[in-house]
């Protein structure tokens, strides 16, 4: 009932006389708050918008349902908004919360908003999807963001947004993805996202945030994509992530984690890319990286990992990139490595290999990279290595290698 308190007091006195009336008066009133928030945007004149009028037929009243990027229920209230890509500028401070009580969905992505996201959005009570990404929006996600029970899909990417991820998202518990990446936001990741069990997607990339990576995230057993590369987060994995059976994607290159690699990510049996290049990552390669057999791409160069490449490795038949740059792994590569029919690439250089490169790496036929500079490999180089395969690039510079230097 509040929208009425937007509409002339006579059409207030027909919605009370004619109660079939009253699906055309919220209409009525949804439309006008509407054109009020089309009247504060820069765009307003913009193509896409020209549709946002009001009736010049006295006889129909104005409905914003036919209205470009506005779909409505079957009793003519607004459920959707969605204005992606349409050069929308302007912003929020107009956007009418109290008067789209049905409001499901809005994507306003990809569009020239900027400004603070108003604490009223909490008044979008049935709100479902939420999409302002990729847009300039500024200060800090606003805690109230939390009262919209109902969220499904929060994605606040690509803006300016600083201030801490608010420690209050945890309670949105119908929350399946969440994507914050690509702001600047700062301070530790809150322990309370471990509370947001049916979470499939969290993407919290390329932000400044610091601190630990809370255990609690190995709680969300639905994930299926971890995006945390490119902060500022340090001390270690933490092992509970063994819990995420579902997981496809872990991506946290690009900090300063350290501590060992904990084995229990063997367990992440879905696992088909992880990527933690350029931390401080010590200890060894646990061998339960042999147990995951829909890796495809495994990135854990330049970190301090240690000893000898672990010949379990050779059973990821499904891996097409390992690069193991610039560590300290000493020992001998293992033959197993021969296995790895899908092998495109393999990085690595940059370490403390030594003896012979096994002749099995000369089986590696869809190897198209080949990198081992700046070890201890001695020994000749293997027969079939250029052989009937498919090799473009191969360097082995600064070993004690016999016989011809390939480079490519
Ligand atoms: C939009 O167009 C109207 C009529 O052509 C004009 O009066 C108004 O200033 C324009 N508004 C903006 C923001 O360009
Ligand atoms: C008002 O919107 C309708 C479509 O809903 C469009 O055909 C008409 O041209 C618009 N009127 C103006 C003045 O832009
Ligand atoms: C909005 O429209 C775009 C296409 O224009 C579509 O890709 C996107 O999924 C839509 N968003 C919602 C919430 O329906
Ligand atoms: C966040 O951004 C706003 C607006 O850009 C700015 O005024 C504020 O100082 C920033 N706050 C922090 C903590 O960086
Ligand atoms: C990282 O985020 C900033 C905005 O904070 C953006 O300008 C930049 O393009 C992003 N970089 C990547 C690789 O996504
Ligand atoms: C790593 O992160 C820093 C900011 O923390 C950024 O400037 C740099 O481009 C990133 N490097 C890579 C390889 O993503
Ligand atoms: C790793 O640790 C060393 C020594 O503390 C530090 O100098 C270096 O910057 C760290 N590297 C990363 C990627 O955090
Ligand atoms: C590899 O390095 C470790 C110390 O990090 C050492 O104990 C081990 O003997 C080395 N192995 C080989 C084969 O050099
Ligand atoms: C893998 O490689 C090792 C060493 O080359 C070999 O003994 C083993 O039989 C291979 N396993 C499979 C499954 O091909
Ligand atoms: C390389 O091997 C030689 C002798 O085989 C040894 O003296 C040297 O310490 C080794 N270097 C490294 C970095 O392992």
């Not at 008067?99 to 108003?118: C, F, K, Q, R, V």
Request: proline letters at 6%; charged letters at 15%.
């Amino acid at each position: 009932m509040k929208s009425l308190t937007l509409l002339a007091p006579l059409l207030f006195c027909v919605t009370l006389l004619c109660s079939s009336l009253n699906v055309a008066s919220d209409s009525a009133a949804e439309a006008l708050a509407i054109l009020k928030w089309k009247a504060s945007l820069q765009s307003q004149n913009h193509s896409v918008l020209l549709s946002w009028n009001t009736s010049n037929n006295p006889n129909t009243k104005t409905s914003p349902c036919a209205w470009f990027g506005i779909h409505c229920n079957h009793a003519d209230s607004v459920i959707k908004i969605n204005l992606t890509g349409y050069g929308v500028k302007g912003t929020l401070h107009l956007f009418p919360f109290l008067s789209l009580p049905n409001l499901a969905e809005l994507d306003l992505s990809t569009n020239e908003l900027y400004g603070i996201i108003p604490p009223k959005i909490s008044q979008l009570s049935k709100l479902t999807y939420l999409d302002l990404s990729f847009n300039q929006f500024s200060g800090q996600i606003p805690p109230e963001i939390s009262h919209l029970v109902h969220l499904q899909t929060l994605h606040l990417a690509g803006n300016q947004l600083n201030g801490s991820i608010p420690r209050e998202i945890g309670q949105l518990k119908f929350l399946t993805d969440l994507a914050l990446c690509s702001n600047k936001l700062n301070g530790c990741i809150p322990a309370s996202l471990g509370k947001l069990s049916r979470l499939v997607s969290l993407l919290l990339y390329n932000n400044s945030l610091s601190g630990p990576i809370p255990p609690e995230l190995g709680n969300l057993r639905n994930l299926v994509e971890v995006y945390l590369d490119t902060n500022r987060l340090t001390g270690p994995i933490p092992s509970t992530f063994g819990n995420l059976k579902n997981l496809r994607v872990l991506h946290m290159f690009n900090n300063s984690l350290s501590g060992p690699i904990p084995s229990e990510l063997g367990n992440m049996e879905s696992l088909s890319e992880i990527s933690l290049y350029h931390n401080n990552q010590s200890g060894l390669i646990p061998t339960s990286f042999g147990d995951l057999r829909l890796l495809t791409l495994a990135h854990l160069y330049e970190n301090q990992l240690s000893g000898p490449i672990p010949e379990e490795i050779g059973n990821l038949n499904s891996l097409v990139d390992l690069e193991l740059s610039e560590n300290q792994l000493n020992g001998s590569i293992p033959a197993s490595l021969g296995n790895l029919s899908n092998l495109e690439i393999l990085f690595l250089r940059d370490n403390w290999l030594s003896g012979s490169i096994p002749n099995e790496i000369g089986n590696l036929m869809k190897l198209t990279m080949l990198e081992l500079d700046h070890n201890n490999l001695t020994g000749n180089l293997p027969q079939g290595i250029c052989r009937g395969g498919s090799l473009e690039y191969f360097t082995a510079n600064d070993n004690q290698l016999t016989g011809p230097t390939l480079k490519g």
